[in-house]
């Protein structure tokens, strides 16, 4: 008789099967649980960079920030662990959630402004440091006030460009003056902290020098100062301008950077070079944009748009990042801001834009400000076309006043270099502050 595996010779054990040595493809099930435990993993890295950024955007102290961070990653391994539960994952997406939602309103309640520091790092004795809310004419809105000795002279910055720009928004450029002047930066009604104190439809001239003069006689009477500084960027400018020639009485001195002389005029020029740029560069695509808008001034719900496509052209020919850019992405690092302040602030430029820059159409400086009571100090780059340096010059040399100073920039825009900083600087310091007495 033969032996039993002669009777079958093709009995193959499983073990040497090639069928079964094969992998068997995932079932729908498994399908299933790799796809939701994808779904979950990216929902959670979403979730997580709202706290994961606090450090580097916002001032919420360490100590706040790394119990959130610990939570936050256990939720992560809880959901690479608990893969296969249903229910563990959407507990460990929902507490992923509550921790982002904490670090947002962390960011609002607990971010601030660093204190003042000398050369060792160390916070100078009797300096002073915070961002606070203060009543003008009604409405809450914020300043920052930052300085080495509260007895020195006051500087306000009124904020960088916009409308809508806000003084947080450029707080960073007086830091080395700190020593000199107590720099107190505004946010104006609509913007960055102080958006929604006032109702857009109510941002006007008015508003704006009547707030402006209510912070100045505050900051008069709480630093026992007769007479302030200010100093203005591009839009704000506009207000230092104002302020000064109807109010006088209470400022030492104006000074700006991308002084706007005649809104319509400095457009209009702009919006030349900016099609004849690409038209150069043969984009015909937005030279297209460009002749459908036509020539500003425009007028309508939506301004910022046409206004924005020929601006960031003209950032681009001045190696300035876009406007399209710069305006969302710059608040975003501002540590005085939590999130909804950064998210705010776009939305305060671009509301407060819409809102105020069609009523600067007839505005022209050489027409309805040539004579001033104050000495007037502008910082000029030869090469800006945003605010044209043509025109700041024209302005300059028929403008009156006690004392004036044109001092050229190198490049276009403004304080954006070390060397023009250092220019900025030594004016501020051995010129400007000296007339305080």
Sequence with gaps: MPPPHAMNPRRITPATDPAAAQPREPGPRRRGVAWKTTLALLA??????????????????????????LVGLAGVVWLVVRRRKPHAQLAGVGVLALVAAVAVGASQILSGTPPVTGPDGQPVP?????????????????IMVRGHDASN????????GGPG?????????????EDTFTVVSWDEPGTGKS????????LNKERYVKDAVALTN???????QEKIFIYGVSWSSIIGLWLVQEHPELYHAFASSGQMVNTTENDRMGYGLALQHLDEQGDKGRADELRRNGPPPYRGDNVASPYVAFLDVLNEMMGSLRFSVAVPL??????????????????????????????????DFRQQALELDVPVYFFVGRNDINAMASLVEDYYNSLSAPDKKLIWLEGGHGLGSAENQDVFFDVMRNQVRLLAG
Excluded: C
């Design 44 to 69: 959670a890295v979403v979730l997580l960079l709202p706290v994961m950024l606090l450090p580097l955007t916002t001032g919420v102290p360490v100590f706040a920030w790394l119990p959130l961070l």
């Design 126 to 142: 009797g300096s002073i440091a915070g961002a606070e809310k203060v009543e003008l004419n009604g409405s809450e809105q914020w």
């Design 153 to 160: 002279p006051v500087l306000l910055n009124l904020g960088m």
């Design 218 to 224: 505050l900051l008069r009477e709480r630093f026992k």
């Design 330 to 363: 710059i608040p975003f690092f501002v540590p005085e801001y939590g999130y909804i302040d950064k998210v705010n602030h776009t939305r305060g430029v671009i509301e407060s834009f819409n809102a105020v820059y069609p009523q600067l159409e007839n505005l």
């Design 165 to 177: 720009g806000g003084g947080f928004f450029n707080a960073q450029e007086f830091r080395q003056l």
């Design 195 to 202: 958006y929604g104190s006032v109702p857009v439809k109510d």
